[in-house]
């Protein structure tokens, strides 16, 4: 069995935060942080990547090409993702998708005039929601959020529209692997511990014990409240856990950890 703690990389963004969510007070800075990632130094080709993001502003509007866009372009993968909401302000929104069906000129053109944001469909969310968003989604984070994001690990973004933001925009290419139809969500799973299964990776919510037998794969721990044994290693809120071979989880009463790993079908 091998279960290494991940160690955490901050990322200062525009839109981030100077005060972060509690057990990441060492990572502030006098600039705002965005995001805090957890990475295997030893291996950077990992196929699931994990993300805490702190929003004070909204995000660009984005989106990300899928396994065949990004290989045409050299990438291992594409990129889905998917949040956890930790906290909420009562207004706070995510884009996902137009609102109605959009020709790729009526695209382009609200991308150039500045109009992209308003065709998009805002929905509000609040803590405890999870979205699954898969590659080609048009999407946009808003503010006042903390949250998880587990993704397929690949650092490519496409930003269509950034609100004035001096940052570089990707217009054809992310005209050319966005999907121009409203959003619709995966099927809800039927077993509550089963937050989402696929596509390309599957998140479960662990509570009490779990073995398992990883094989050849990989899989990610993230302690969400909370903390709790893995192999005899204490783990709590703010890590992430890489789990290969057989391995026993140990989550406390009342805290609840995620467990993320590529495929399509549950371990």
């Known amino acids: 069995m091998t ?7 901050t990322v200062e963004k525009p839109w981030g935060r100077t005060q972060l969510w509690p057990g990441f007070e060492a990572h502030q800075r006098p600039a705002p942080v965005g995001e805090i990632w957890f990475q295997d130094e030893a291996d950077a080709n990992d196929e699931l990547l994990v993300k805490y993001l702190f929003t004070s502003e909204k995000l660009s509007v984005q989106v990300h090409p899928d396994d065949q866009q990004a290989q045409a372009r050299g990438y291992t993968r594409g990129k889905d993702e998917a949040w956890l909401i930790l906290a909420a302000e009562p207004a706070s929104t995510i884009a996902l998708g137009p609102k109605v069906a959009l020709s ?6 609200a991308i150039h005039d500045g109009s992209i944001a308003d065709l998009l469909d805002w929905r509000p969310v609040k803590a405890g929601d999870f979205i699954y968003s898969p590659a080609g989604t048009v999407h946009a984070i808003g503010a006042g959020l903390t949250l998880i994001e587990v993704q397929q690990n690949l650092d490519l973004t496409y ?6 933001r001096p940052r570089e925009l990707h217009v054809e290419d992310g005209v050319r692997v966005a999907s121009l139809q409203p959003f619709e969500a995966l099927p809800a799973p039927k077993d509550l ?7 390309k990776f599957v998140v479960e919510r662990i509570t009490g014990r779990r073995d398992l037998n990883l094989d050849e794969a990989t899989a990610l721990l993230v302690p969400v409240m909370g903390g709790g044994e893995v192999d005899g290693q204490s783990f709590q809120a703010g890590q992430c856990w890489k789990l290969s071979g057989e391995v026993t ?8 950890a995620l467990l993320a790993y590529a495929g399509d079908r549950r371990l």
């Open 249 to 256: 989880i140990d989550v406390v009463p009342d805290a609840m």
């Open 159 to 164: 930003r269509l529209y950034d609100y004035g």
């Open 3 to 9: 279960s290494r703690l991940l160690t955490t990389h």
């Open 104 to 109: 790729e000129d009526t695209f382009r053109s």
């Open 193 to 199: 511990s089963l937050l989402a299964a696929g596509p």
